[in-house]
């Protein structure tokens, strides 16, 4: 069994690894353009390849951690709610399908769990406890920012690239985050804090610039 685990995390890492490098590439290039398009589907399926096999693994004997098989549905939301979010980016599409509120309402619940995992932690004293709650309540927040999406599409247009921007970034965030945990073998709170304070930095100067655009296209 443990053959076939080690051979399931390598697999998850060597997706992980594409992940961060097309992630990375993809902010570096002209956004919109084709070579940004490619980089951002390669990066969505390594992210997700690479955090389905982390649920695997998260349950697998000596090995099941709660919270990496939360924080891998964390990344799966975050790609596939920013890849939902180009779908609005069409005139044609004026309100929600049911997809789009299966993939935020999974989120809800999950952040939900993280909430309730961080509180009863701390009530027992486990200091890293705070991880649940720090993830859990950003987590209640983007399904918020979808539910103005799914609400306001039809009068802010500019409210599918913002959801685009954050919820991709913010995987990659997590891709970064893996790699230090991981990688470079820094299990450590502010291992799994720095990359999300730095990167929700970056997010905010993204939404800032892109709220000051005239006008976007549409399809």
């Known amino acids: 069994m443990e053959n076939i685990i080690e051979i399931f995390i390598y697999i998850h890492a060597f997706f992980g690894g594409v992940g961060l490098i097309t992630g990375i590439a ?51 939301y975050m790609v596939l709610a920013g890849n939902r979010a180009l779908t609005f980016k069409s005139i044609k599409k004026t309100k929600a399908n049911l997809t789009d509120k299966l993939v935020s309402g999974s989120m809800a619940f999950s952040a939900l769990l993280m909430i309730g995992f961080g509180i009863n932690g701390l009530i027992n004293g486990y200091s890293h406890s705070i991880l649940y709650l720090f993830f859990g309540i950003i987590g209640l927040f983007l399904p918020y920012g979808d539910y103005k999406l799914f609400k306001s599409t039809l009068e802010n247009r500019k409210l599918w690239l913002i959801n685009h921007l954050s919820r991709m970034l913010g995987a990659l965030i997590a891709s970064v985050t893996a790699f230090i945990v991981a990688g470079m073998h820094q299990d450590t709170l502010w291992a799994w804090i720095t990359p999300s304070v730095i990167g929700t930095a970056y997010i905010i100067y993204w939404i800032k610039k892109t709220k000051g655009k005239k006008k976007l296209k549409t399809a």
């Open 26 to 76: 993809s902010i570096v290039v002209k956004k919109g353009r084709l070579n940004h398009k490619r980089l951002g589907k390669w990066f969505s399926w390594s992210m997700i390849i690479s955090s389905a096999i982390s649920l695997v693994i998260a349950r697998m004997p000596n090995h099941i951690n709660t919270f990496l098989f939360l924080i891998g549905i964390f990344t799966i």
